[in-house]
């Protein structure tokens, strides 16, 4: 961390003084991080027609979140990372032996997740306020070393891309010519949805459960307005993703207000700008 705090102290900008205002530091590293790992998933949740998915991952996050509470334990956001990947296996299994569509399933285990985190949060009396933050998020709040697991999640990301990306679009375009081809759909449905999972579940307390599924949905929708190619979907979707979280990040700074709520914002302006250049 010394080596970014170095870098950053050389922007113009008031909070980059050596040795002083570290979190608006480590928050800005950690838009970096995270903002290219929304970009890349981005364009496999909108090319595979799951928008929803990430909004029911985060309700089982949260789900998650009441569970290791209730069981006292001091780090409730590794309890709310093994709910959402539990909760992503159970999906791809329902949805492979269902012939229900992906919205309706996603919507059965979206309700089912906020009841069950609703009902587990209040038992016995207990106040709801207390997971008020995960709502809205608080970016400010990173610690470098959940900035460090996300950096290696978006190694890990980037490999499977790079790797599989041919066996995860043909499965995403159409599922049973992929499968004619020898690939595994299944398996590919079940890592991209645990890379989602992982992703949302360890983002959520700094963006904010209410938005989180805009910064999967938008970059991409966003993207697919310009691009001609499927390299340019995906550049289109990374800058556009970056661009925003450092702009709604500075916005949040300067003005105040939600970070999470602000990269929103500036990602559905970019949309807009998409859009009419692509009707050009």
Do not use: C
Request: glycine share 8%; no cysteine; proline share 2%.
């Amino acid at each position: 961390m010394s080596l970014w705090y170095a870098l950053v102290d050389l922007l113009p900008f008031e909070w980059a003084v050596p040795g002083e205002m570290l979190f608006m530091k480590n928050a800005l590293l950690a838009v970096l991080v995270i903002t290219p790992l929304f970009g890349i998933l981005s364009t496999m949740v909108v090319h595979s027609r799951m928008s929803f998915f990430s909004d029911a991952l985060g309700h089982s996050a949260f789900t998650g979140m009441a569970i290791g509470a209730l069981f006292g334990s001091r780090e409730p956001a590794w309890a709310a990372v093994l709910f959402a990947v539990l909760f992503a296996l159970l999906f791809n299994v329902v949805r492979r032996r269902s012939a229900l569509a992906s919205d309706t399933v996603i919507g059965v285990f979206s309700s089912t997740a906020v009841a069950l985190g609703i009902f587990l949060s209040t038992l016995n009396g207990r106040s709801f306020t207390r997971f008020n933050a995960l709502l809205v998020g608080d970016i400010l709040s990173v610690e470098p070393a959940k900035v460090g697991l996300l950096a290696l999640i978006l190694l890990v990301v980037v490999a499977l891309w790079l790797v599989s990306f041919n066996q995860l679009m043909l499965s995403a375009v159409h599922p049973a010519l992929a499968d004619s081809r020898g690939v595994r759909v299944f398996w590919q449905e079940t890592v991209f949805s645990i890379a989602i999972a992982v992703v949302v579940t360890l983002s959520m307390t700094w963006v904010g459960l209410l938005v989180i599924n805009s910064l999967l949905v938008l970059p991409a929708a966003a993207a697919r307005n310009a691009a001609r190619n499927m390299g340019q979907y995906h550049l289109f979707s990374v800058l556009g993703a970056v661009g925003a979280g450092i702009a709604g990040l500075m916005t949040s700074y300067y003005v105040g207000g939600s970070a999470g709520a602000a990269v929103t914002l500036y990602l559905a302006v970019w949309f807009a700008i998409t859009f009419f250049i692509g009707k050009k």
